[in-house]
């Protein structure tokens, strides 16, 4: 069965911080990877993607995100975070093209950031 | 910049009871998704619809639930007889083939 697991369920951070939250599925076929993110009483937001393509994909607020197909990974990273990347995130994939079929997300990583 | 509005953002109801999700998926978007999300727990896919029918369903969506596109607007689940273990926060989602899901801020169900 398809799976997804994020390898930090709760991460805190200072200001200015470098982050990296992992990421690996199960899945041998093609795949579209995500980040998604929640902000504290908001919605799933989408932070970043790969369809195909360069691996290294730019997100919104300077998060970036490396897909390793070798190691099933696809980790996202911010080089200095800030008081507001406070959220819940959340790694996803599903498979084939076009990207109609289910996501399976991972359990998500809680980010704390003081400031 | 559209989004997918879902009503009503909050529910409680008592065990037993029929609850309908009423979702508003973006207007040009073809495929129509739900999730779930108990408290503390991985987002979870319920079920996908497409062209009037459901493409896939997850092991959780079983006789209880049913999804219906009454019009061309809205995107129901309905859950016949709550139970307990119902109690989660429901996430609508919408996309165009090859275009990203794009989720509505959810309707927290509580089931007493």
């Known amino acids: 069965a398809q799976s997804v697991s994020q390898h930090n369920h709760h991460v805190i951070l200072s200001e200015a911080a470098s982050l990296e939250l992992g990421c690996n599925y199960s899945y041998g076929g093609t795949v579209n990877l995500f980040w998604y993110v929640q902000y504290p009483g908001q919605h799933l937001q989408l932070l970043l993607k790969?369809?195909?393509?360069?691996?290294l994909v730019k997100g919104i607020k300077g998060f970036e995100a490396e897909f390793i197909k070798s190691k099933f990974s696809f980790n996202l990273r911010k080089p200095s975070v800030q008081w507001s990347d406070t959220a819940e995130y959340f790694c996803?994939?599903?498979?084939?093209?076009?990207?109609?079929?289910?996501?399976?997300f991972g359990q998500g990583t809680t980010l704390q950031v003081k400031p | 910049e559209p989004e997918v509005t879902q009503t009503p953002s909050h529910q409680v109801t008592q065990m037993g009871q029929e609850v309908i999700l009423r979702c508003v998926p973006i207007s040009n978007h073809l495929y129509f998704y739900w999730y779930r999300q108990i408290l503390g727990q991985k987002v979870e896919f319920l079920v996908s619809f497409y062209n009037n029918e459901i493409s896939e369903k997850s092991e959780i969506f079983d006789d209880q639930f049913s999804v219906e596109r009454p019009d061309g607007s809205n995107f129901t689940l309905k859950i016949r007889s709550t139970k307990l273990e119902d109690s989660a926060m429901y996430f609508c989602a919408s996309n165009r083939e090859g275009e990203t899901q794009y989720f509505g801020p959810g309707t927290r169900l509580l089931v007493l």
């Open positions: 790969y369809f195909s393509g360069d691996p």
């Open positions: 996803a994939v599903n498979h084939g093209s076009g990207n109609t079929g289910k996501l399976i």
